[in-house]
């Protein structure tokens, strides 16, 4: 009777793991499903359409030559069809030795021409730092830090570094800066050795990442975005090395990571919430419970870094911050159409200048501050106000859905397919000429240039993401899912939420191990060759 017993909960274990396996299978390719939708929608925006960035952050969308980008793709893989040899003698790690000192090299470069000079929420937070050495927190009273609490994590950061390199020194920031972006191609291309396993993938990684010169320009802009970037990496490989070897150590490293992470960058939350739908997956597969604790873990870590940091700054201060203004303002924001909105007033104005141009549909507005000022900063009013606009916006798109097509499509596109990521615009924008060579970066010879670079690099990256979805769908695994998440969970944040060009640079980093495998599959493929007739 006992064996029988033992032969049933055996059975029934059995049973139980063999749907495990179905459910989590079924995730993955959900999940790699949805991101090679959103990236075929990429490729054929990008080849028929690009984005135009001006001074004021106004963007047009413009038409592009479709059988350039086609031309310009087709030249690329016959390229790598050619040097297909080549490549099978280059040792991967003197290749991505090379790549991190000519990302130094070239970043020096450029931050000896360009200006460091922060404006906007980054001199907000270097300003406030300055000030909090010194005790002096007076930069603390203002709105700014009332509307957006989570800024804080950048002043604790800036903080840091003040101490170590003195206040003002934005060139020390900048160089730090360019170490970031250096640590997040190391992390970058270790998770491309993990997730493919294949050295000519990891090759075509460290070359595409070459090309990519939008980051190395960003390097400029005094924030926590490479900072996050790089650390959010590093923090996906290590929950890799978890989900690949079982150490749960692995895991701690990550979850703490992820955690410093968000505080440089809020949105780096994305990441942690794909790192633990991930681990959810990997509980269903595997039934192990760390991987729950793990998820846990890593939330509340998050949660409590972010929490004494403005804890400690109300105690040494004195001030109360209190919530700030709802995030869904910002969903809010991402959801407006200020030509709309003038349209309706009958305030539209004659197209022709920059001038002229309606900030476009979801990018940044002010909406935040407004809410914030019309009702004097009170939490409830805030939320109540947010709660209106955002059922008018949504009951605007219930009402209208071929205007809410067009509207989500041209704001992805504005995104998504400006090929700069404001990686110029970012110095560009204080005005102020350190000489005419600098100058030719924004508006003369190189300014032309690499926009018809940019352009064509894009629509390569997205190209070889659709391509390599393709190819993942047909077996993904949680490596390559994670990754395939982040980029997925971008996508999906900034269709709602506030949406600038910058905001994207990150996930495009994060499509280049993708891209490369797509063209590497198109160059490996072996088509199934004709059987000779009878005679």
Same mark, same amino acid.
């Given at each position: 009777?006992?064996?029988?017993?033992?032969?049933?909960?055996?059975?029934?274990?059995?049973?139980?793991?063999?749907?495990?396996?179905?459910?989590?299978?079924?995730?993955?390719?959900?999940?790699?499903?949805?991101?090679?939708?959103?990236?075929?929608?990429?490729?054929?925006?990008?080849?028929?359409?690009?984005?135009?960035?001006?001074?004021?952050?106004?963007?047009?969308?413009?038409?592009?030559?479709?059988?350039?980008?086609?031309?310009?793709?087709?030249?690329?893989?016959?390229?790598?069809?050619?040097?297909?040899?080549?490549?099978?003698?280059?040792?991967?790690?003197?290749?991505? #030795?090379?790549?991190?000192?000519?990302?130094?090299?070239?970043?020096?470069? @450029?931050?000896?021409?360009?200006?460091?000079?922060?404006?906007?929420?980054?001199?907000?937070?270097?300003?406030?730092?300055?000030?909090?050495?010194?005790?002096?927190?007076?930069?603390?009273?203002?709105?700014?830090?009332?509307?957006?609490?989570?800024?804080?994590?950048?002043?604790?950061?800036?903080?840091?570094?003040?101490?170590?390199?003195?206040?003002?020194?934005?060139?020390?920031?900048?160089?730090?800066?360019?170490? @970031?972006?250096?640590?997040?191609?190391?992390?970058?291309? @270790?998770?491309?050795?993990?997730?493919?396993?294949?050295?000519?993938?990891?090759?075509?990684?460290?070359?595409?990442?070459?090309?990519?010169?939008?980051?190395?320009?960003?390097?400029?802009?005094?924030?926590?975005?490479?900072?996050?970037?790089?650390?959010?990496?590093?923090?996906?490989?290590?929950?890799?090395?978890?989900?690949?070897?079982?150490?749960?150590?692995?895991?701690?490293?990550?979850?703490?990571?992820?955690? #410093?992470?968000?505080?440089?960058?809020?949105?780096?939350?994305?990441?942690?919430?794909?790192?633990? #739908?991930?681990?959810?997956?990997?509980?269903?597969?595997?039934?192990?419970?760390?991987?729950?604790?793990?998820?846990?873990?890593?939330?509340?870590?998050?949660?409590?870094?972010?929490?004494? #940091?403005?804890?400690?700054?109300?105690?040494?201060?004195?001030?109360?911050?209190?919530?700030?203004?709802?995030?869904?303002?910002?969903?809010?924001?991402?959801?407006?159409?200020?030509?709309?909105?003038?349209?309706?007033?009958?305030?539209?104005?004659?197209?022709?200048?920059?001038?002229?141009?309606?900030?476009?549909?979801?990018?940044?507005?002010?909406?935040?501050?407004?809410?914030?000022?019309?009702?004097?900063?009170?939490?409830?009013?805030?939320?109540?106000?947010?709660?209106?606009?955002?059922?008018?916006?949504?009951?605007?798109?219930?009402?209208?859905?071929?205007?809410?097509?067009?509207?989500?499509?041209?704001?992805?596109?504005?995104? @998504?397919?400006?090929?700069?990521?404001?990686?110029?615009?970012?110095?560009?924008?204080?005005?102020?000429?350190?000489?005419?060579?600098?100058?030719?970066?924004?508006?003369?010879?190189?300014?032309?240039?690499?926009?018809?670079?940019?352009?064509?690099?894009?629509?390569?990256?997205?190209?070889?993401?659709?391509?390599?979805?393709?190819?993942?769908?047909?077996?993904?695994?949680?490596?390559?899912?994670?990754?395939?998440?982040?980029?997925?969970?971008?996508?999906?944040?900034?269709?709602?939420?506030?949406?600038?060009?910058?905001?994207?640079?990150?996930?495009?980093?994060?499509?280049?191990?993708?891209?490369?495998?797509?063209?590497?599959?198109?160059?490996?493929?072996?088509?199934?060759?004709?059987?000779?007739?009878?005679?």
């Amino acid at each position: 009777m006992k064996e029988n017993i033992n032969a049933m909960e055996t059975k029934t274990k059995i049973h139980a793991f063999k749907y495990s396996d179905q459910i989590s299978n079924i995730i993955m390719i959900v999940i790699c499903g949805l991101l090679l939708v959103a990236s075929v929608f990429l490729c054929a925006g990008s080849m028929a359409s690009t984005t135009t960035l001006h001074l004021s952050e106004q963007v047009e969308l413009v038409e592009d030559n479709v059988l350039k980008n086609i031309f310009v793709i087709g030249v690329f893989l016959v390229l790598l069809k050619l040097f297909k040899g080549f490549f099978k003698k280059i040792n991967p790690m003197i290749a991505a #030795v090379a790549l991190l000192a000519y990302v130094g090299i070239f970043g020096a470069f @450029w931050l000896s021409t360009a200006n460091l000079t922060p404006i906007a929420d980054s001199k907000v937070i270097c300003d406030t730092a300055a000030g909090t050495v010194q005790n002096d927190f007076i930069l603390l009273q203002d709105a700014y830090f009332k509307i957006s609490p989570y800024q804080l994590g950048g002043v604790f950061i800036c903080e840091f570094l003040t101490r170590i390199f003195g206040a003002g020194n934005y060139m020390a920031y900048a160089v730090l800066n360019i170490v @970031w972006l250096d640590l997040a191609y190391a992390a970058l291309i @270790w998770i491309t050795r993990v997730i493919f396993n294949k050295k000519g993938v990891e090759l075509l990684t460290i070359v595409l990442l070459a090309g990519c010169l939008q980051p190395i320009f960003f390097c400029t802009l005094i924030y926590g975005n490479l900072m996050g970037l790089a650390l959010s990496l590093w923090a996906v490989l290590f929950e890799l090395f978890y989900l690949k070897t079982g150490k749960k150590k692995m895991m701690i490293i990550s979850a703490a990571l992820i955690s #410093v992470a968000i505080l440089a960058k809020l949105n780096c939350a994305i990441v942690l919430i794909a790192m633990c #739908v991930i681990l959810v997956v990997h509980f269903i597969k595997s039934r192990k419970w760390f991987s729950l604790v793990a998820v846990a873990c890593a939330v509340l870590m998050s949660v409590t870094v972010s929490g004494l #940091v403005k804890l400690s700054y109300e105690a040494r201060s004195g001030i109360r911050f209190g919530e700030g203004v709802p995030q869904l303002a910002w969903a809010v924001m991402g959801m407006q159409d200020e030509a709309l909105e003038q349209a309706n007033q009958e305030e539209e104005k004659q197209k022709g200048t920059e001038e002229d141009l309606a900030l476009f549909p979801g990018w940044y507005n002010s909406y935040n501050i407004e809410v914030y000022l019309e009702n004097d900063g009170d939490q409830e009013a805030m939320k109540a106000q947010v709660n209106r606009d955002l059922k008018e916006r949504l009951d605007l798109f219930g009402s209208d859905s071929a205007y809410a097509l067009t509207f989500f499509t041209n704001k992805a596109l504005s995104q @998504w397919n400006e090929p700069t990521f404001e990686s110029l615009w970012v110095s560009e924008r204080n005005g102020v000429l350190l000489s005419d060579f600098a100058d030719e970066f924004y508006k003369g010879f190189y300014k032309n240039l690499l926009d018809i670079y940019f352009n064509f690099y894009v629509s390569l990256i997205f190209f070889g993401l659709a391509v390599g979805m393709l190819f993942i769908i047909k077996k993904p695994d949680m490596g390559i899912t994670l990754l395939a998440l982040i980029i997925l969970g971008g996508f999906v944040y900034h269709l709602i939420f506030e949406a600038k060009s910058q905001y994207i640079l990150p996930y495009f980093i994060m499509m280049v191990p993708f891209a490369a495998y797509g063209f590497y599959s198109l160059v490996h493929l072996k088509l199934p060759r004709r059987k000779a007739l009878k005679r």
